[in-house]
């Protein structure tokens, strides 16, 4: 089960926003399954204690800790980086998960549902990113990861009206990454940054967008065999057992029916 690459990472900390359910929760289980301390954070740790169990019961050899946290609100943030720099010193991998799409369109769309995009697909990940940044450069820890987990719509932007907003938030996720190499570089420090841009992965996604319509999600992942939160969890662990001299920026990964 252990991967080549992945030794050193044993027994570190990594952050896993948006661990609740999806690319999340399997980005935490693949990395529990490597030997890693991980805290899973969500607005609700349901889900996240169940997890948590089965990873135990199944005896991978890393643990996986539920963490309460509101990433749109920054006195939550910062709390649960405080109470991760007490309890267990500080983090080494921050992987930016937690995101949201409402069908706020440019033309009718509610403010209130841009902000709640803005809030968590942009300065949440932005929040965390300092903070994470800030606890590996206290530490002296030089060989860190953030790992963005962006979308294909930070690439391109669909003429679908109800992603556009969406989509914009995601291109600031893919100018937010590079702009963070460029600053890890003129810290010259060797932490290093990535984003992965999945299309199409069969979560609660397209549920959540279309909440009004359960028929019209249930369609965007039947129209093809879709990518699966495992395969994302996969992209992951490759990006982190790459050699510390590589760095790679970004990930697109579609499924290989989807069109655009």
Known sequence: MARAGMERWRGRLALVTGASGGIGAAVARALVQQGL?????????????????????????????????????????????????????????????????????????????????????????????????????????????IININSM???????????????????????????????LREAQTHIRATCISPGVVETQFAFKLHDKDPEKAAATYGIMKCL????????VIYVLSSPPHVQIGDIQMRPTEQVA
């Not at 903070?131 to 030089?142: F, P």
């Not at 669909?158 to 963070?180: C, D, I, Q, R």
């Not at 699966?228 to 992209?235: L, M, Q």
């Open 37 to 145: 301390k991980v805290v899973g954070c969500a607005r609700t740790v349901g889900n996240i204690e169940e997890l948590a169990a089965e990873c135990k019961s199944a005896g991978y050899p890393g643990t996986l800790i539920p963490y309460r946290c509101d990433l749109s609100n920054e006195e939550d943030i910062l709390s649960m980086f405080s109470a991760v720099r007490s309890q267990h010193g500080g983090v080494d991998i921050c992987i930016n998960n937690a995101g949201l799409a409402r069908p706020d369109t440019l033309l009718s769309g509610s403010t209130s549902g841009w902000k709640n995009m803005f809030n968590v697909n942009v300065l949440a990940l932005s929040i965390c990113t300092r903070e994470a940044y800030q606890s590996m450069k206290e530490r002296n820890v030089d060989d860190g990861h």
């Open 153 to 183: 719509s930070g690439h391109r932007v669909l003429p679908n009206s109800m992603t556009h907003f969406y989509s914009a938030t995601k291109y600031t996720v893919t100018a937010l990454t590079e702009g963070l190499r460029q600053e």
């Open 228 to 235: 699966k939160p495992e395969d994302v969890a996969e992209a």
